[in-house]
C-alpha cells in the first residue's frame, strides 16, 4: 500500500502563489507516476497535473503556464507551484499515485486551496 500526505493548502488572494507538497511512503516500487487532482465543491475530481518518474509532466489546460510539478526521488516527495492564483483554483487538492500494478491511483486526503477575490 502507498501512503500519501499533504500540505501547504491555504487562503491566498488572486493573484497569489502557494507551494503544495506530498510526503509519499510505503510501497512505491509499483509507482510510476505522481499527480495532482483537484475537486471543488459541487464538482467531479479533475485532473490538474502529473509527472512520470523518468520527469515526464502533463497538464491540464487550466493551469498551464501558472503551474510547476517537481519531484525529489530521494525523498519520496513531490510539490507543485502555483502561481497567478484564480478564484476558480479554490478545490480540495489531492496528491495521487498511479500505480503500474494495479493500473489505478492512490489517494492522500487532500488539503484545502482557498483562493479570495
Known amino acids: 500500500q502507498v501512503q500519501l500526505v499533504e500540505s501547504g493548502g491555504g487562503l491566498v488572494q488572486a493573484g497569489g502563489s502557494l507551494r503544495l507538497s506530498c510526503a509519499a511512503s510505503?510501497?512505491?516500487?509499483?509507482?510510476?507516476?505522481m499527480g495532482w487532482f483537484r475537486q471543488a465543491p459541487g464538482k467531479q475530481r479533475e485532473f490538474v497535473v502529473s509527472?512520470?518518474?523518468?520527469?515526464?509532466?502533463r497538464a491540464a489546460d487550466s493551469v498551464k503556464g501558472r503551474i510547476t510539478i517537481s519531484r525529489d526521488n530521494g525523498k519520496n516527495t513531490v510539490s507543485l507551484e502555483m502561481n497567478s492564483l484564480k478564484p476558480e483554483d479554490t478545490a480540495v487538492y489531492y496528491c495521487?499515485?498511479?500505480?503500474?500494478?494495479?493500473?489505478?491511483?492512490?489517494w492522500g486526503p487532500g488539503t484545502q486551496v482557498t483562493v479570495s477575490s
Open positions: 495521487a499515485g498511479f500505480s503500474s500494478r494495479t493500473l489505478s491511483w492512490s
Open positions: 510505503g510501497s512505491l516500487f509499483s509507482i510510476n507516476a
Open positions: 509527472i512520470t518518474n523518468g520527469g515526464s509532466t
